[in-house]
């Protein structure tokens, strides 16, 4: 059964969040394989990253980790008596204070499109679907240094933000505010390519730049979402009764909600 919204379900922004993107990194590879040939390959990159921030996550996109608070009283296990020896000893006791035990850092696996010739297997184009580590800091400030050296490289870069929780790498006053983001930032150029995606839009299909004088190559995302989300089977892993992962959506997003659930029966 396919989904009920013609562009990004905002049901998959949670724990079933990584198996998406690693699958859309997939079908992205495998749609532009055939526009590719000879002159360039379509690579998947995985990149290791930690989470250093999970708490975040917690309930999202890490379900089934929990904080672990420690006790706000001390116990002494021999169970004998002290004795007040001193001036100090007769002073009020102080209240403990609880904090939250950070947790340990979570490893993320992230998979990257990666365009490369293959006459020197030198990068062209980098396609990157956003995590929620891209999007949250330390890892917003660390995405932002690779975005600019990919530019200083002179790297076509599409990137690919389906996710509304989190701060978008690429923020300008004229960007429209929308659920979702597609930006595409050409090698040299000083400006770029914005599409702004509402929770009732289907997602576009957008231009792959190569390199000069190879013309563009055409990615549909939609094609691709609808075809990962068939082959994935996610609708038998989503309750639509439910409301969709955090954060809340809009006035307009939950009548339009509304309005895809009564469609749906």
């Known amino acids: 059964m396919p989904s009920p919204f013609p562009g990004m379900d905002p049901y998959l ?10 699958r859309l990194a997939t079908q992205i590879s495998d749609q532009l394989m055939p526009l590719l040939r000879p002159h360039y390959v379509a690579r998947i990159e995985i990149q290791v ?7 975040a996550e ?8 929990e904080i672990v608070r420690p006790s706000a009283r001390s116990e002494i296990s021999s169970g004998t008596a002290i004795k007040a ?17 950070p947790l340990l850092e979570i490893e993320v696996r992230l998979a990257t499109v990666e365009i490369r010739d293959t006459a020197q297997n030198q990068l062209v184009t980098r396609i990157e679907i ?6 949250r800091e330390p890892g917003l400030t660390k995405y932002r240094e690779k975005r ?17 929780r989190g701060q978008r790498p690429f923020i300008h006053p004229r960007i429209p505010p929308s659920a979702y983001m597609i930006s595409l930032t050409r090698a040299k150029a000083s400006f770029a390519d914005i599409w702004a995606i509402n929770l009732q839009d289907p997602l576009p299909v957008v231009p792959v ?27 038998l892993s989503i309750n639509y009764q439910e409301s969709p992962p955090p ?11 509304k309005e895809i659930m009564a469609r749906r029966g």
């Open 13 to 22: 922004e949670g724990y079933l969040w990584p198996d998406v993107h690693h």
């Open 49 to 55: 990253v930690a989470d250093e921030t999970p708490e």
């Open 58 to 65: 917690i309930g999202i996109m890490y379900p089934d980790v």
């Open 85 to 101: 020896t001193s001036p100090a000893a007769n002073a009020p006791a102080i209240t403990p204070v609880s904090l939250s035990v």
């Open 130 to 135: 956003l995590s929620p580590i891209n999007k």
């Open 148 to 164: 600019r050296r990919l530019h200083e490289a002179e790297v076509h870069l599409l990137e690919i933000d389906l996710l509304r």
């Open 209 to 235: 730049p190569l390199r000069s004088p190879d013309a563009d190559v055409t990615l549909d995302l939609t094609l691709a979402f609808t075809t990962i989300y068939d082959r994935a089977a996610y609708d």
């Open 247 to 257: 954060p809340s959506l809009t006035p307009a997003e939950q009548a339009y909600l």
